[in-house]
């Protein structure tokens, strides 16, 4: 094993695939940034296998020299070595996307056999092609595999129908195969992590998502004074968050609230037809590009919503990852959540849970901004994050778990 001894540990060399890295703006990416700097920390060596960074709707919008060449090798901030495999353009909708992460795994699992042999192998969902694809050059190069599981699959794939029939079996067979052949599977939930358990699977760890709050302001409370509630969404437009019933809220709610949605997904033009069929206070901007257009949506806004859909069991057991991120810069939240993240919601006092439905959501929303005091979460939600995801100790937990995983069954 190529592993040796630096800074009195010891130090494994990481192999990770991922069908989203920097400098692209997603859940993967900031997940990952903000692991592989603690594993450069401990002077681990890390490569990255990622797609050349594109739109999310399967354009390149960057230089070249920014978003990587195809099975090129580049440095990232942290030292760690980023090799690039090729995309495929494609359409904004589900099959598009899944078409996409088929002919990036398929050239993730060439690059993959490219450099020095790893000691461990990481995948990294919710792309489902990158997680078969990094079980495949595990296999090849004889190391172990970690499945790093960020949503709860094969589940999702259930409740959401995303393939019927014996095609819907054979595609549940081939995730808990690869979940059962892993050396560690890692879920971001409690709550998934017992139900794997529960399924005879017996290494299995959380590490949740967080956030490094130092890099992170925490920004004034809004003003005790408006016209209106400022809302907004930051994130994925999809069918998991259900976010129909956001707009409609808006709209039965009228001149009171003003909601601001903001990123791309498959129902991105779905809801602004709604919106507009409706007359809904809603503007639609594109995914923030970059922590200042972020921070500066956020600066504007009183409350922002965390979503998901209610009737997919599945997600009792979930957590938004922007959910951190809200916490962190001190806003009040709308979550409409269930499970774990409900529970987050309400241990940190940070913000108001309320149902999945138009009529609950636009009521909440007339109270708040009938009563802005409600708005004044203080630093709960800061000082909960802090206690409770902070990356460093997130960090250093994985790093144990993945120098076991390295160390082979007899080690663990």
Partial sequence: MSRKQENGGISVRVLLLTHSYSPEHSPPQRRWTQLIRTFRELG?????????AHAPAGRRTMPRSVAGRAFRCDTGQHGERIRRAPFLWHPTTRLGRFADQCF?????????LLGHKPDVVIATVPS??????????ARLRGVPFVADMRDAWPDIARDARIVQGSAKSIAERVIVAIQERAALVVTVTNGFAQTLRERGLLDVATISNGIDTAA??????????????????????????????????????????HLT???????????GALAKALGAPVDFHRPAQGAAEVMAYYRKADTCVVSLRDDWKSFETTIPSKTYEVLAVGRHVTG???????????????????????????????????????????????????????VDTLGRAYAELLKAAAAGPARR
């Fill in 261 to 271: 949605m903001v990123g791309h997904g498959v129902q991105r033009r779905q809801l």
């Fill in 104 to 112: 990036s795994a398929a050239g993730s699992v060439v690059v993959g």
């Fill in 336 to 390: 409409i959540v269930l499970g774990e993240a409900k529970q987050i919601i309400e241990e940190s006092h940070a913000g108001d849970v309320v149902a999945s439905n138009p009529q609950a959501i636009a009521q909440l929303w007339k109270e708040l901004a009938a009563d802005r005091s409600r708005l004044l979460t203080g630093t709960s939600g800061r000082d909960w994050v802090e206690s409770n995801a902070n």
């Fill in 44 to 52: 681990w060596n890390i490569d990255v296998v990622a797609p050349i």
């Fill in 216 to 257: 992170r302001e925490f920004l004034p409370p809004p003003s005790a004074h408006a016209e209106r509630l400022e809302v907004l969404y930051l994130g994925n437009h999809g069918e998991s968050q259900r976010l129909e019933t956001v707009i409609q809220a808006a709209a039965l709610a009228g001149d009171s609230v």
């Fill in 128 to 137: 489902l092609p990158i997680l078969g694809a990094g079980y495949v050059v």
